[in-house]
């Protein structure tokens, strides 16, 4: 859906006593969060518009947020996860995607068995992990994202196929 939303970045602590605030940045470029219009909050509640931005290091940014003036205000946002219109980011290149584009889809293995569905996509430093809930409850399946494991995705019909590595699937290992 267009007016979906996507986890760009997310508030850290106050810079300065000037309302500035650190940025975690998500994006490819870690600048170019500021290019993707107002931001919002995960509840659209709140709108943010960077009036400036700097570079602190790797995808740290120090950012400037209209109407935050005070070390307090800005404080205020620490910890507040920050997200783009899906709409107003570029498309991504091909065999990459948004995680948001992948969350909501049917999980099935090649032969068509129902694994369940994903819920969440994340990396905890050795890669993309999916998170599939199961269909009846039970144990959330994690799965590594990779072309092996993931070989297809189709959009059109809302599924990914999955074919669990051997060691996941039960199956011994050895020649």
Do not use: C, W
């Not at 290149?93 to 995680?99: I, K, L, P, R, V």
């Amino acid at each position: 859906r267009p007016d979906s939303l996507v986890l760009v970045g997310v508030f850290g602590a106050p810079r300065g006593v000037r309302g500035e605030i650190r940025v975690k940045s998500f994006t490819g470029d870690p600048k170019a969060i500021g290019a993707y219009g107002p931001l919002v909050d995960a509840r659209r509640a709140r709108v943010f518009a960077f009036e400036r931005l700097r570079g602190l290091k790797d995808d740290l940014l120090v950012v400037k947020v209209t109407g935050v003036e005070s070390r307090e205000a800005a404080a205020a946002l620490t910890g507040v996860d920050i997200f783009a219109r899906r709409d107003r980011l570029p498309p991504p290149s091909e065999d990459e995607y948004y995680h948001a584009d992948l969350v909501g889809l049917d999980a099935v293995t090649a032969t068509g068995e129902q694994l369940g569905r994903v819920a969440r996509v994340s990396n905890y430093g050795a890669g993309d992990i999916l998170e599939i809930a199961r269909e009846g409850g039970g144990e959330t399946l994690l799965m590594p994202f990779t072309r092996a494991v993931a070989p297809t995705i189709d959009f059109e019909s809302g599924r990914i196929v999955i074919e669990p590595p051997k060691e996941i699937a039960g199956e011994p290992e050895g020649p």
